[in-house]
Every structure is written in structure tokens, then in C-alpha cells.
């Protein structure tokens, strides 16, 4: 079989988690989310974000979270300002249209979205009532395409919704590997205090499953559960989740994790670059999209499993590389050693 | 801390699970549910109900599976027939509801409902176009109240269903336990057969987590996935449900846990009713219902968990005790000791 | 044919509002509700009603009334009391549940909903947050069963409302009626104190179509006409709806025509009970409910179209009779004669 | 005040149909759409389209039109592929998000959609389950820039749809207009033959209120009047609108209000031409798009309202002008004479 580069969640969990389900697995625990692992968990979420008054909740997957953020968020006629490249807006199969949301799609720039096409999209919908109301802008950390909001970006996109009176959520699916990635300049606590809610990746840094959802804006935090278990997100063994987080943020390994998922892409654009090859953005996080000739892209995918991202021009295409935390040093060298195997 | 019966989902998983869990953990796998495991344990239950046409998804909770099912099976001006104590009536904040349809009431008899009251609804709501029309009848099997519908009545209803043109599901959160209750004679077989869709319950019978979704009825089927996925109810690690129903169902594992949680609720059933302690239905699986007095319920509090169902008089009340495949002999034997206790 | 006392809405409109409608249709307006009548009209009635701050606004039906007004002012986990008989529960196809609430149904006591059920919901559903929360009471005034609220009956209602956080809507499809009705006591200023939001219906008091919908919650008022664009509610032409309004409360006709409706329907009532025939409910409205034998149902329906309403035993059936404005003394009068003729 | 260009629905009905109004205004008739106005109207469309299996209702403004074709016609995860300057892409408060699906987006060519976008969307939307799936393509015929679509243009259009499984669904808010437009070859019948659904527009015809919805295609009939009633569109007294469409179509009253309001806006474009002023679309019915200098603007806004529609550069701006039944040549005069003092 191909050593696979398609995605971050190939493998299972880190076995720290599948250590601590066993070591807790007979003890009686309330449902529902108000077990002691869970509890924990969020309290300690809370210290590390430094935002005490933060409610949290854990659920099982990415478009769950988007799904129940927006949906809990927004007005029957409020709308959605995201990516043309956004999650919710290409791979999520119209989860935030099902529960009744238009979303505006902005283009990206180098992965990431503006608060110039913010600004636009506020300024152009005011025909009342014959246009929706856009009230929440969506951003992905690390974005879809590997990029990572800096600090200055982060706040002066904030500050741009705080001007129009929209939320800023962000999706966090990957938001280990942006905290810790080379060029990151922000922190957890910024990314609490620019944003009003934003959710915390596992799946694809470690877990089984689970997302940390955090809510910051009081006014989001009213009635949170009742979305949950009405959507269906609320598990009876919520114990699952919060163990994992626990564990994962106990004594760093979170933060570990997404570190060597970086360094493992860090060697492979490293090899990209030696040959000469570009990449259609400037990443610095566990996904890597190097342009390729039909050749090159036809030489790797002998070997490897990974994504064909998108036809740049008649001869070239970009494709998709991701590592993990479960990624090894073995792996990536069987990729740099066809790498630098490459034709011109 | 007291010992809980107050449900069948306060501990962990099995250990066979866990094991499997450990050892297939670093094998990369396929996300979305189209890992080895999944597509295994999708062919073993195939088999196991002898329907191979069948289209198996997996999915985390009862109500995600609730949801999802009617949601896709119904059109926007269609209703569902079910009990009053009906989970999705009584237990789920309005998911059936929040995805667009009203829920007829039914009375149960011995926690079950009738081709009788079926039939009263279906002739009753046909004032076109000004009444919704039933077109699904709920049912769940163990009853919400531990009892279990025989084969016999299963077919009635099935053809009552057949001749008001209605869909029949079973939600099995707890199919387990009804199919090795002693007083069962249905199989996978019939159950498959008397229904146009069905789950099969792991999160209350020894997996993390975990239901089934098996749809029998072609018209069903037809883009499944796309609901799952859009509701939020598809995992990117889809092999962590996956490998739980390979497991519980390589080797009997599922039957003989219940088994075991059936077993542990007789020896509490024979120690109340050798106090001569009326129950308020006739049930043979891992839920009991004992009417007790105020002092009886005060006197097992102080040791147990459970919860209080409802007053049957002005000095008895009905509680609800659970036994699960984790309940230990010493557990019970707690419970019978304080049982006997009892003041009359 | 035969004469129909099926409903109040088998003929057009009151002569003068097609009058004002010819009067005025060269004329030059905006659309969408900002024409001078619909503008004239909102003012007339916040007169009416003594609620300067009301929030009024023009839609064409009742169902649609019901479903705007209840969608706007829920959040998706908030929940309805209605009756059994209302007409959310029974005649809206599910228009509720579609937009996603689920309603309780209480039984009614003369057509009519108590405190004591609407306290016995509020208390019952608290199973946070497995269960959704009661969030609205809907009654209808005149009942879908002919009866009117008194003072007394609305302030006990709305003070029950208040102690449990429930907003108050009223249906007033059929409001002339009842204000007019010999047994009322309640004023327009009384039905906007004691209420949060209600609707005026004009389709079955002389209208071509129309309800003026009456928000004097602050909270309820937000963002309402959005909701009226989104849902499909907002008439181009918006001009057709104030100008009904206008003409039907410049000078008292709304009143004028309820109490025609109400007086046509007396002489009927007098005439059964004349015969020792007794009804289902205690209605000074326009509608009346009496039970006849079968063949005394028969007799009238050789001659007059209405609804059979229900069963009350073997040998009896309650009948619906409705009058309207456009009923004429000389229908009544046939009425009365073959009235005069059943049988015993 | 200033004459109004802004749109079609300023002033109230053709005469006739207020008429009509009166002339059967005490007649009793069944409600919601069983009356007899109704009925004869049905029949006399079903003819004059040739398509006698056709399913008609009768609603009473273009957005519930698009919304309810839209919810009945897709399946949860289904989308619909519009034009970026489509009514239900901008103008309808995210109606078609609300009721759950996606809208794409393309590109208007002289204001029209083309197969080769139709097919774009559709062969790019296939990740399956992970993005939605295209099912229904929505034109406007006339286009809200005032163009028209060719026979030649409806048939590839109808057969790009065909080839994807794509329903095709023309908004015909302005179909009078189009089809009695100079340039026009679709005939009635073509228009039926070349889509699975359409609506054609009274509101903006001649109509008080009221649009015709049109489904040919046999799968999309059924239960359709569940859902009229379930989004609140059914009217009781359906007869105001059955009335209206047999007033405008038993005499070809449609056409000729149609052509009126074409022959008014030819005048107004030739005076344009005149001045050499150019028109950012080809349009040959009542709206006209012609590009004004900002002072020229100015001149023309100080006489007459009109929609300022967008900005061609810095210095000149695109205006919209409307024209309807009701527009005199008096007024159509005056702007001429305006047009004619423009500055260059």
C-alpha cells in the first residue's frame, strides 16, 4: 500500500489517549458531558486561553462545530461572510444553507481572507429587507490552504467586524499546527480575545474524534446545550471527549504534536525548494501545496497517496501534501528520496 | 460515591474494543467511513440479517440517528407516528421538530404502541391539504419502558404500516437487549424484514459510542451520505465506529453483553418481587421500573442512583433502575441486600 | 346550490373596499408596505390600540401570520402551548414544525386554554437540555369553537405567561367577532396590553385577504420585516393590503360588520334552542356548534352546506355553522324555517 | 411628486379586473382554490401552453413562488445553479438559503445564464458526500436586466439540464413582457416544453397580486398544495386570484398590458439612442439599463424616481427605468423631453 499524504486523521489516536480511556474505562461517570474528565478539561482550556468566563462544549467533528456555531449564532435572516476556499463553503455539502444561512464568499488572498472584502460584503448588503444581513465572518487557522493569520491580521480583521457589528468565528481544525508554527505570532489568549467564538481541532492533532468549542461572546453562550442535543452532537458518553482533551492539554502534548506534524512538512518543502519547485502558498504549517508538472505529479502519485489540488495552468498542477503527528521520519524520507528523484 | 444504575452508558467501552483499538492504531486507513473496518463490519452485519441489499451507515448517537433518518426519509409536509414516551417525543429537545416535522402522540400500552392507534392516525389526518399526512411510524425496541414488541406484534404493525402506506423504524438503542430477552422471539432476520429502516444501538451496549443505521427500503437509501455529512454526523476517523461493530459483532461480543446486563436486572427484578414490589410495566430486559413508597425511594437513594420516573399515586412513586454489560455481580448484590431492606 | 354556512369567507370583499381600490388605483405608491394607506393605516391602528410603540405590519393570511410571527420570535429550541383544537396544532399542515418548533397541546375547556395547563408545560418541561423549553402560548380569539377570552380569563393567561417567561400570542383571525361579541369585555387597548403579539384578521371581516400583524414586545420587533421578505410575505403591491385596512377602521366598519356576522348567527342559535337543541360550546360569536342527531343533520344538509364537526355519541353529531357580513337576513331566514322543521 | 420609473407595480390593477372584483364579489364559491374562477383559469393556462397534465396554483407574490418551487422541487442536499444577478440570489433575503440549499453563482451574459456555466457547476460540484449537488437551474425570463432568452437559447439551456439531471425552473415575474417583446421567438408553449416549472407574473402585469406557478414535469406535482398551505401561500378566498388570471387571460388582456408597457419603454430607449447614449444590456422589453453620465443623473432624477443600478466607472453610472400597463404616453412624454435636455 502507499504511504499516504492525503489528510491528518489516517491514523488513529495518540496513544497517551488510548491509554488514558483504558486507565479510566471502568469508572461510573455522569453522561452527557458532566463527567469529571470533562469538567477538567474545560477549566483547564479556560486557564490556558486565559479567558475564564469562556463556556465550552466538545463535539465530535468539524462540520458539527460549524454547523451549531452558525446555527446557534445567527437570525433566520443573518448570513455569512467566508472564503470562497472555506470549509463551510466547499466541503461541508451546504451544511450552513441546511440550517438556513446564505454565505457571501469573499476570494483568498495567499489562503486568507481581508477585512477589505469584509468591509465590502457589510457595506453592499443594506437593502432592507430584501437582503440578508451579514453578521458573522468564518476563518479557518491554519487556513485551507496552510496559511496562518498573524496577529496584526487577526486584530485588524476583528476590529473590522467590530466596526460592522459581526462575529468573528474561527475554525480551528487545525489551530495546533498554526499556534506553533515558525512564523506564528499569536498566542491562545489572542486568539480568545479577537475572535468571539472559535473551536479547537483534535481530530486531525492526536484525538480519535472532538472539537473544543469556546464561546466567548456572552451572548452566543445562552442556550448552547439545547442546540447541541437538538442537532444530535450530544454524546451519552461524553466522558470520550473530554478525556482526550484532557489529555492532549495536560502537559503540552497538544502543542507537541502539531510541532512534529510541522517539522515532518517542514523536510518535504525543504526538498520541494531544493529542486526548484514553487508552491501555490506560503505555508508554514503541515500542508503543503507544491506545483508540479503532469510528470512530476504522475512520479509521486506511484508512490504516495495526496490530493490533486487544482490545475494552475496547461502543464501544471498543484497538489496537497499533509503530515501529523503520526507521520514518521521513515515516511518522509521515502518522499524526499522520490523528490529529489523528480524530472526538470 | 453511590453505585449508579441510572443508566447503561456510565462506564467506558468494552476491553475488546479498546484492544482493537490499540492494535490497528497506527495502520493508515481511508476517512468518511470507507476504512477496512467499516467496510467489514457493514458486510458482517449484512450477513448477520440476512438482508445484503441494505445500505449500512454509522453514525454517534440515537438522536443523530433519529434526526438523520427522518429527516431523509420524509418530505417536508409528512409526520411521524410515535409514543408519547417516545424518545424522540420526549428525550431529544425537538430534533425531529428543528428538522421540519410534527409528531403525532400515541398512548403506549405496556410501553408499546398499536396497530390500533396507528391506524386511528393515519384515517384521522386526511383533510388535504390543510393536515399534515403520517408517513412514518417510531418505535423503539427495548421500549423507553424495558419492554419488547414480539414477532407477532412486530407484523402487525408492519402491516398496518404496509397498508396505510406508511414507513415503519425501529430505533434500537437497545436492540440488544430485547433481542436475548428471555421472553424475545424475534431475530436480526425479522427485524430487518418487519422494518424499512432500523439502528442497532453500541453507545448502551459496550462501545464508546456508536449506532448502525440499516436501511432495508431501496427509496431510502438513495443519498444517505450526503445527509450524514451535511448533518455533521459523518467522522473523518469513521474507523473508530467502524472497528467497535467489527468487534462487538466478530464474535457474539454484542449478544453476550447484553446477555449480561439482562442477567444483572433478573436478580434485581426477582429481590422486588420477592418484597412483593409491583412494577409498572412487564419487563425482561435491562430496565426495570419497581413502584415503590416515599420511604422505599428514600431508603435506595441513599445508596443508589437512579431516576425517579413519576408518581403512580399519592404515596408511590415508579423508578427507573438500568443495568448494563459493566454492572458487576457485587453491584447487584449491593442493590438486593438494600432491596430486602426495604420497609414495607 | 345550496346555501353555504361553511365559513366567513365564501364571498368577496365589503363593497367600499372595492370601492377604495377603484378609487385610488391610478395613483403612484412605493412598494412593499410604504404606500400612504399602508403607512395611514399602522397609525389608525396604534390608536386603536392605544400602543404607540406597536410594530404593525400587513400580511395576506392567517397560517402565514402564524408561522411569521412564531419563527421570528423563537430561538430553535423554544417551544409552543397551544390547544388540541388550535389552529397551529390541527389546520396548518405542520407550518409550525416546518419551521422548526415543536407544540404542546393542551386540552381545551370550552374552546378555551387555561393557566393551569400552560403552568403544568412550563413546570413539566425542564430537563434541560434534553428537553426543548415552553417559550409561547398561542390562543386564538374568537376559539377555533366559537368562545371568546374575558378580561378576567385573558389577564389570568398573560400574568401566568409573565411568571413563567412566556410570551403571549394571540390569533386573531376572527378578533371582530369576538370584541363585538354581547358577552365581551375586552377592549383593542386590553388585547394589546395583555398580549405580546397578536394579529387583526380581515380575510374573514370583510377583506379580500389580509391580517395586520401586532408586535408591541420591544424584542419581537427586531428585524421583523426580514423575516416577512424571507418567508415570502411581503406583497409587492402592499398598497392592497394597507388600503383594506384603512377603509376597514376609518370609520368603525371593522365593528360594524363583526356585529352583522355575530347578529346573523344570534337569530340561528335562538331558533335551535327554541327546538331544545343543545351546542357543544357557550359561543355568542360567529360560529355555533350544535349537536343534532344524525337525521337531523341529514335535514339541513339537503339545504345548506357546513362542516360536521365531530362525533359526541352514537346518535349525535356536533355541526359548525358560521355567519359572516355578507350573510343576509334573507339566508338566515331559510335557515331558520328548515330549523323549525327537524325532527325530534 | 416626480413620476415614477422605478418599477412595474406603483400603481393598482387593470380596471377589468377590479371590475371582475365587483361583478362576482356576493357570489358564494368554495375556498382555497376550489372556486370556480380558479378552476376556469387552470384550465384556460393548461391550453394555452398545450400542456393539458399540467399542475397550476395560484400564490400571491414572486419570492413565495421561487421559494416554494424550490423547497418542493430538491432534496435536502440538492443546490440550484442561478446567475449572480438572479432575483433569488439577491433580492429575497436568502429565501432559498432558509428553506436549506445552496445557491451557485454564475456570470450574466448581456444579464443571461449559459450552458456552459450550467455545466461547469455541475461537472465541478461531485465530491461525493462532501459537497452538495446541483439539481435545479433558475432563470428569470424576461432577466432582471432586462433581456430576453432566444428559442435557441431555452432549447440548449433545457438540454445542458436534461444532459446534467438538472431541473430547469424560469422565473416569469416579467414572462409577459418577454414574450410579447420584438425580438422575442418563444411562443407559450415553448416555454412549458422548455422547463419542468415556471411561474408567470400578474403583480407586475396587470394583477393586483398574484403569480401563476406552472409544473409540467409530473414529479414535482405531487403533494404540492401541502406545501402552498404549509408556507402559508394558500389564500381562503382564492378566488381574488383565480379571477385576475381568467380576467387577464380569457381576452389576451396579459399580452396587451404587456406590449403597452414594451411600446412605452421603446420610446424612452429611442430617445436615448438619440443622444447616443449607450445601455449596459440589449433589452427589448419594459426595463432599459442606459449609461449616464453622473451629471445626466442628476438632471433626470430631479424630475422622475428610478433606481440608480450601478457604477459603470468614475464617471458613469447605469440606471434602471421600468415601464408597465399603466405607464400613459403623457408620462413617457415628459421623459422624453427630459432625455432630450440631457447634457453631453
Known amino acids: 500500500m502507499k504511504i499516504s499524504f492525503k489528510n491528518d486523521y489516517a491514523e488513529g489516536a495518540h496513544p497517551a489517549i488510548l491509554e488514558a480511556l483504558m486507565r479510566t474505562n471502568h469508572l461510573q461517570q455522569p453522561g452527557y458531558g458532566w463527567d469529571d474528565y470533562s469538567v477538567a478539561a474545560k477549566e483547564l482550556l479556560r486557564e490556558k486561553i486565559a479567558c475564564p468566563e469562556a463556556q465550552i462544549d466538545f463535539v465530535s467533528g468539524g462540520t458539527q462545530a460549524n454547523m451549531l456555531v ?3 449564532s445567527l437570525r433566520a435572516y443573518e448570513s455569512v461572510i467566508a472564503l470562497e476556499t472555506g470549509h463551510i463553503a466547499d466541503s461541508e455539502t451546504g451544511a ?9 464568499l469573499a476570494p483568498p488572498i495567499n489562503g486568507k481572507i481581508t477585512p477589505e472584502s469584509i468591509h465590502t460584503f457589510a ?3 443594506t437593502n432592507f429587507p430584501h437582503q440578508v444581513k451579514p453578521r458573522l465572518v468564518y476563518l479557518t487557522n491554519a487556513t485551507e490552504l496552510g496559511t496562518c493569520y498573524t496577529l496584526a491580521e487577526l486584530k485588524a480583521i476583528y476590529e473590522c467586524c467590530q466596526a460592522h457589528d459581526l462575529l468573528l468565528y474561527m475554525d480551528g481544525a487545525r489551530l495546533g499546527s498554526a499556534l506553533v508554527s515558525e512564523n506564528n505570532d499569536l498566542s491562545w489568549e489572542d486568539v480568545a480575545r479577537y475572535t468571539d467564538v472559535f473551536y479547537i481541532g483534535a481530530t486531525k492533532n492526536g484525538g480519535l474524534l472532538g472539537e473544543a468549542i469556546v464561546i466567548s461572546h456572552p ?4 442556550g448552547f ?9 450530544l454524546l451519552a458518553k461524553g466522558r470520550v471527549l473530554g478525556l482526550q482533551f484532557l489529555t492532549l492539554f495536560e502537559n503540552g502534548l497538544y502543542e507537541a ?10 523536510a518535504i518543502k525543504k526538498a520541494f525548494a531544493a529542486k526548484g519547485i514553487k508552491f501555490l502558498t506560503d505555508s508554514y504549517t503541515n500542508q503543503l501545496f507544491p506545483i508540479l ?6 512520479q509521486l502519485s506511484a508512490h504516495f497517496d495526496f490530493y490533486e489540488w487544482k490545475d494552475i495552468d496547461e502543464s501544471h498542477r498543484a497538489i496537497r501534501l499533509i503530515t501529523s ?8 524520507g521515502r518522499l524526499v528520496e522520490e523528490i529529489e528523484k523528480l524530472a526538470d
Not at 225 to 233: D, M, T
Not at 257 to 266: D, I, S
Not at 293 to 298: C, D, E, L, N
Not at 325 to 332: D, G, I, L, M
Open 293 to 298: 508538472t503532469h510528470r512530476q505529479v504522475a
Open 325 to 332: 503527528w503520526a507521520t514518521t521520519e521513515a515516511q518522509v
Open 96 to 104: 450552513i444553507e441546511a440550517v438556513g444561512h446564505k454565505i457571501h
Open 70 to 72: 452558525i446555527a446557534a
Open 225 to 233: 446545550e439545547y442546540h447541541l442535543k437538538q442537532r444530535g452532537a
Open 123 to 125: 457595506t453592499n448588503y
Open 257 to 266: 504534536l502539531a510541532r512534529t506534524a510541522n517539522e515532518r512538512m517542514k
Open 219 to 222: 451572548d452566543l453562550q445562552k
